[in-house]
């Protein structure tokens, strides 16, 4: 006898929710063993990355904070991972969205207006979703793969940022250091609960998830995103056009990335520096697939992300664990969850051994 | 411009090819088997950290490249358990490759920076090498030899030899390979495990010959490059070469209009060039009439479960 994997009629619910619960819970026992075995006491700093920062209420505004890029980016992504299109250049749209509008706020610099911040904030959304939207032409009219270009763009996106603060819009008195002004405070994400890091850009991330999870689960485009992705035939026969989703997918991740990098930009640094991106872009792909790319998982995942990148401060000071244990962690976190995806669609079952039927 | 500074420019160009060309190599054996591992940065960013401290430990340069690609091997053996055998995603697990590499290389090359190590010698004696004009051939160490003699072995196993046929078989068609008999997983995972090791050596010839040092992400992105380059060479290895040489001289230009200290450009936007290029590549090379995609593996990037 010998355990035999068998395709499930239809996916299993519960191995699909359990999956990233499982996967973390791997995480955690593969890290504990990692951390022991390079030195660090493997065991506490486990626990100080996933577990301390939830025991610590003075933490969970961090982590609100610290969550809300990584959501708005992972809901946006999701979308189009669900109709198999690949941004996976998140990353440079978020710098292009902080680019565009910090142009804003520097041209109405002096300026006060209400009207002030939600222009950058607009700005943020078309800079980000131009900058997605180079893919998804050289997609549909060229066919060239958006996963490759979309990358590539991030670090072009990455040096332009740094051209512009080193070079044109270098903070006149800023003692040559490679950043722009500061935001005035018309230009800056206001302050959501006196004392803490809390801001409305968390509240603003919370309103995409409601629109995301509404547009994907109740209306004909969101239905029409899903066939697209799972049988690209039958929406071919359904009359649905491919390319526009895939136009319409890669400018709603663009555009969310860039609101995020605009809001992070302005709401956390205030004015624009090379120490802005810190690749959120990029840990978004695990928020999604850890969401089951669905906006109200990605809310969870990205939770859970950011307790870890909490955790990871705590665990850095308390245990001396250094701070690029925090990717491998999330990089672990991905594979197991691809991993024990496999009994979502299959399930396990006794067989006989080969040999008996091996002619 | 002198003979001498000619000749420098072409042998940076040889150095700046030659570990886009390796991963490149590597990367397209195991597409033409149908495999698409997206994780050739990762890869490379282990192999690159393996090879630079197992070089600093041990003083032995060689024994550095050597574990490189054992390191980018076991790296890419990671992908084949998810992906092959378990049949997951391979876009998102190639992308979990490359993000594990990342933390990895910078998690255990941490205590090695401002280690210094040797470079390879040469491979042809100082007559040659040391030659003002000849070193434009002989001047390299043994890694560049390698990187052509292995785009002409690659053009010949996949072209002209029978397991060749059988991996492109597979990438063409895994279903009707599996109705011969041929053990697709199998062949699988020999083309990502040579794509592996090649791009674990691909990373170390950064860390070891480019910029012998460490430094947190030392491929920059160029794993990608070499992405695009298989693309861009329509899965065929001597244009892979070309690809590799071509990208080798933007990356060159921008090293030299650095030093020469050339008004032309900021160099942030000399630094975008590379990148750039790559897109437009992509776009001009799939704009020839009726061509283009037609080149892909028929089954590149798609999972197979035998009885499935």
Redesign the interface.
């Known amino acids: 006898m010998r355990l035999k994997l068998e ?1 499930r009629k239809a996916s299993s619910r519960l191995a699909l929710y359990a999956a990233p619960v499982a996967a973390i819970a791997l995480t955690m026992l593969t890290g504990m063993v990692l951390f022991t075995f ?1 030195g660090f006491r493997g065991a506490t700093a486990v626990f100080e990355i996933f577990i301390q920062p939830l025991l610590q209420p003075e933490r969970w505004p961090d982590i609100a904070v610290k969550a809300s890029p990584l959501v708005m980016i992972a809901t946006g992504l999701a979308i189009g991972f669900r109709a198999n299109v ?1 941004n ?1 250049g998140a990353e440079g749209q978020y710098i292009v969205g902080a680019i565009a509008g910090t142009g804003v706020a520097l041209a109405t610099y002096d300026t006060e207006g209400w009207w002030v911040l939600p222009l950058m904030l607009l700005a943020g959304i078309v800079g980000g979703a131009a900058w997605a939207a ?1 893919p998804a032409l ?1 997609r549909i009219r ?4 958006e ?3 979309s ?3 991030t ?2 996106a990455l ?2 940022l ?2 512009l603060v ?2 044109p819009w270098r903070d006149p008195e800023g003692y040559n250091f490679p950043q722009t002004r500061m935001f005035s405070e018309a230009q800056t994400v206001p302050n959501l609960l006196e004392g803490t890091q809390l801001h409305w850009g968390v509240l603003l991330t919370l309103v995409v998830v409601f629109i995301a999870w509404f547009v994907m689960s109740r209306t004909l485009s969101g239905y029409q995103v899903r066939v697209v992705g799972l049988a690209p035939m039958a929406a071919r026969l359904g009359g649905f056009s491919e390319n526009r989703t895939v136009v319409m997918t890669m400018l709603v991740s663009g555009a969310l990335a860039g609101l995020a990098g605009m809001v992070e930009c302005s709401a956390t640094f205030g004015q624009l520096t090379p120490q802005f991106p810190v690749n959120y872009g ?1 840990t978004a ?2 928020v999604a ?1 850890l969401g089951r790319l669905h906006p109200v998982g990605v809310l969870i995942g990205g939770l859970a992300l950011a307790t870890s990148y909490i955790g990871a401060d705590i665990a850095q000071t308390a245990s001396s664990l ?1 701070q ?9 976190m ?2 197991f969850l ?2 024990v ?2 009994f979502v669609a299959n399930r396990v079952r006794l067989a006989p051994s080969l040999t008996q039927h091996a002619s | 411009m002198s003979l001498e500074i000619a000749i420098s420019i072409v042998m940076t160009l040889v150095i700046a090819a030659t570990p886009i060309l390796l991963a490149g190599l590597g990367e397209l054996v195991a597409e033409k088997s149908g495999v698409l591992n ?1 994780g050739v940065e990762g890869m490379m960013l282990v192999g690159a950290v393996a090879g630079f401290i197992t070089a600093s430990l041990t003083g032995f340069t060689p024994a550095g490249y050597a574990v490189a690609a054992l390191a980018g091997l076991c790296a890419s053996l ?1 992908f084949g ?2 992906a092959l055998t ?4 391979q ?3 190639g ?3 490359t ?2 590499g ?3 290389s ?2 255990a090359g ?1 205590g090695f920076v401002g280690t210094t190590i040797t470079r390879l010698p040469a491979l042809f004696p100082q007559g040659l090498a040391g030659h003002p004009i000849f070193r434009i051939v002989f001047g390299y160490d043994v890694i560049v030899y390698l990187s052509v003699a292995l785009t002409l072995a690659a053009a010949w196993f996949l072209n002209h030899t029978r397991p060749g046929l059988i991996l492109r078989c597979v990438g063409e068609s895994d279903a009707s390979a599996h109705a011969i008999g041929y053990p697709v997983t199998v062949i699988r995972y020999l083309a990502v495990a040579f794509g592996g090791a090649l791009a674990g050596l691909a990373g170390a010839y950064y860390s070891l010959a480019v910029t012998p040092m460490w430094a947190d992400r030392i491929t920059a ?1 160029r794993g ?2 070499a ?2 380059l298989v ?1 861009f060479s329509s899965w065929r290895p001597w244009r892979l070469l070309l690809g590799a040489y071509i990208f080798g001289a933007v990356m060159t230009l921008e090293l030299y209009s650095k030093a020469a200290g050339f008004a032309l450009l ?1 160099p ?2 000399l ?2 060039l590379p ?2 290029a ?2 437009v590549a ?2 001009v090379i ?2 020839r009439p009726s061509r ?2 037609l080149d892909a593996p028929r089954c590149l990037g798609k999972t197979f479960r035998a009885g ?1």
């Open positions: 395709p390079m690949w996976i180079i050289l060229l066919r060239v793969s996963i490759l270009t990358l590539m763009l670090y072009v040096q332009l740094y051209y080193r070079g990029f792909i695990i697939f250094p690029a244990a925090t990717g491998l962690i999330q990089a672990m991905l594979f691809l991993g995806d496999i | 997206l990671l358990v998810l378990i049949g997951a995603n876009v998102a697990t992308l979990a490759l993000i594990f990342t933390g990895l910078s998690l941490a992105g990608w490059i992405l695009a693309v900021p942030e936007m630094a975008m990148y750039l790559t897109v992509l776009a799939a704009m283009g995609r499935a």
